[in-house]
């Protein structure tokens, strides 16, 4: 893996993903496995009861500066002060939001929230650390 490091000005062109959330590992951040009533790190083998799984942000971005397109990736907590909210807090407002609806498919962010992202991100410049 390449270890140098820099500094990228570059416009969002795109939200690769609808999921912005997932269940993070508290020791590597890899995804865990949820069942319904247990979580798994197939990493590093942490486990522990479904209730108790943490949350962390993973927002996809296609971005562009003046030459080049890039696919970005962005984790973590540094998402905190653009949702407004934590990736545990986010969670919950998906997960009443699709106990209210009857939606079943927990592992997309309902249409409004993708929407919202999409509006908030797209055709804006950020400084990326890549």
């Known amino acids: 893996m390449n270890s140098v490091r820099g500094l990228l000005a570059a416009?969002?062109?795109?939200?690769?993903?609808?999921?912005?959330?997932?269940?993070?590992?508290?020791?590597?951040?890899?995804?865990?496995?949820?069942?319904?009533?247990?979580?798994?790190?197939?990493?590093c083998g942490c486990t522990g009861e479904a209730k108790d799984a943490s949350y962390r942000y993973r927002l996809?971005?296609?971005?562009?500066?003046?030459?080049?397109?890039?696919?970005?990736?962005?984790?973590?907590?540094?998402?905190?002060?653009l949702f407004g909210v934590t990736a545990e807090n986010l969670q919950r407002c998906i997960q009443d939001f699709n106990q209210l609806s009857g939606e079943t498919n927990t592992d997309a962010s309902p249409g409004v929230l993708v929407q919202a992202v999409e509006t908030c991100f797209i055709g804006k410049r950020f400084i990326f650390g890549v």
């Open 11 to 43: 416009s969002v062109i795109s939200v690769q993903n609808s999921c912005f959330i997932y269940p993070a590992c508290q020791k590597c951040f890899s995804r865990l496995i949820l069942d319904s009533r247990r979580f798994n790190c197939l990493k």
């Open 60 to 81: 996809s971005l296609r971005v562009a500066d003046t030459n080049d397109l890039f696919d970005i990736t962005v984790f973590g907590s540094c998402l905190d002060p």
